[in-house]
């Protein structure tokens, strides 16, 4: 069939909208008709040229749709089904599944080659090429074929537009204070970046029962936004954030700091260690320029303290767990979806939304489709 697609063709270039050739569904496999599709920081690291990737590629790995067919095999879902993308698959059997840490499979081994999942080749093809695949979904797309590994189904009454928000922003943010933060009732965390990961992770924080939850960021809508998902308190930068919480706090600082800048810096690593007291715990969760290699940190105050610097990637989440876990907090009010959308566009839209969080002007972008 012919679709249409938001294609990369080279880093520092516009998104293409392009009509591709796209595949049927092999065995194991599901065609999905996108409903929405979120603009994450994580495609515009490729546009930049800060993480590299194969070209060309269809853009995307947040999203949620339709099950429009089913290939030979399919058994968790069928024609007609909603379901959202899981940005990373679990196979379920692996050493990492199998010990609960589905962010970790195994299969993510492959995600930067573009292709389908399990036999590596494509189902996307535009220009008369083979096209690849962020993720080994290709949101950005009407359609798209991808491995059942990556769907979950989820229930037909929650609006799609919204629910892509789940295929990765909201789990990363979330899970990052929850899981690779750790945090309790009474805790008090920073979050360094509230666009859509962190205001996810505020509102993990929020429903933890957080004592102080600090929200920083340079936007001054967004530290407002932060507030109204449920900071205490907010500040411009990590300078203003230690005098502030130095004084809040009696000197004890925080046990969690959660990093969800748009991108990361090995240099400002020491001023988020400042910010956690004994034992506290630095999150690193944004993504840093492939090629940076070092930090800035005080390693005396990092082993006196007990400090600890953890990597965290998709919110160390168990997708096929987390996800309906975070609807549930959807459907309750504990987590509103609504509000961190901020702006939906149409596919032909995407560099203007592109554009709009580079300018920071967007809790979360989406792209939504007819």
Known sequence: MKTRAAVLWESGQDWQIETIDLDPPKANEVLVRIVGAGLCHSEEHHASGDVPFVAPMIGGHEGAGIVEAVGPAVTSVEIGDHVVLSSIPSCGRCPSCSAGQHNLCDLGEFIAEGRQLLDHTARHHVRGVDANIACFLGTFAEHTVVSELSVIK????LPLEKLCLVG????TGWGSAMYAGGVRSGDDIAVVGVGGLGSSAVQAARAAGARFIIGIDPVAWKREKALEFGATHVAVDMVEAKALI???????????????????????????LDLA?????????????????????SMLDLARFEKRIVGCIFGSVNSRKDIPLLLREYERGALDLDAMVTREYDLEDINKGYQDLRDGVNIRGVIRFP
């Open 154 to 157: 989820v229930p037909e009454h």
């Open 168 to 171: 990765c922003g909201v789990p």
């Open 246 to 272: 130095d004084e809040i706090t009696w000197g004890r600082m925080c046990q969690q700091v959660v990093l969800t800048m748009g991108v990361g810096r090995g240099d400002l690593m020491g001023q988020a």
């Open 277 to 297: 007291g004994k034992r506290g715990t630095v999150v690193v969760t944004n993504i840093h320029r492939s090629t940076e290699q070092q930090i800035t940190v």
